[in-house]
């Protein structure tokens, strides 16, 4: 099974200014949630962001808020360590359109009454990297299983205070049916082809590493 490009949605859990100093391997993961945010843009896949308690954490890294508001994209300011109980879902579903107005009575023959609008198919796929792995990153791909979203966990964007925290939190989500990938695993089943147009800029993307 391989991710599709055009059934994707990219989430950035938590990469806060105070917190990331304390993560082990910080700027790493930093840097590839970074280049998931300009591939994203690139590909046109729909972004999202998330804060945890910012009064408290401060905002996130300016440079992945950059790359986020580029891609048009929105961050959710949180205090469950789990992002769909403040409303993570809602953002990621497609609203449901209302039905047309009048003129669609039951009580009409048939032929005059207006067809139901088509629900808008949604992206299911979600992409999703972040701070701390063990805790928000976690519950919040816990949260999106638990929601019928597939979830791809990006690893090598995805760090703890400590290694063994961050492994922990791996091993438990696999467990639970995430899928475990890295950038460039993302990178590359996002482009499915060397002759897709954006192949040359999402390769020198990938060299930066």
């Known amino acids: ?88 879902g809602e953002w990621l579903r497609p609203p449901v359109r ?30 999703i990297a972040g701070c701390e792995a063990h805790v928000c990153l976690l519950q919040t791909a816990l949260g999106l299983l638990e929601e019928d979203f597939e979830v791809w966990v990006v690893t090598d964007a995805c760090s703890s205070r400590s290694e063994r925290n961050r492994d922990a939190a791996f091993d438990r989500l696999a467990g639970a049916g995430a899928e475990l990938v890295t950038t460039e695993m993302v990178a590359f089943e996002w482009l499915g082809t060397a002759e897709h147009p954006a192949f040359k800029d999402v390769l020198g993307l ?3 590493a």
């Open 206 to 208: 990938v060299k930066q």
């Open 98 to 127: 209302k039905p047309p107005q009048g003129g669609n009575a039951r009580s009409l023959p048939k032929h005059l009454q207006r067809a139901a609008p088509e629900q808008e198919e949604g992206r299911a796929a979600i992409v």
């Open 1 to 88: 099974m391989l991710l599709e490009v055009d059934d994707s949605q990219l989430v950035l859990v938590d990469y806060q200014a105070r917190l990331m100093p304390a993560i082990f391997e910080g700027e790493q993961a930093v840097a590839n949630a970074l280049r998931l945010a300009r591939m994203a843009k690139l590909l046109q896949v729909p972004t999202w962001g998330t804060v945890q308690n910012p009064d408290g954490l401060g905002s996130l890294v300016p440079e992945l808020q950059a790359a986020i508001e580029a891609a048009a994209g929105r961050t959710l300011v949180k205090m469950h360590f789990n992002a769909v109980a403040d409303g993570l």
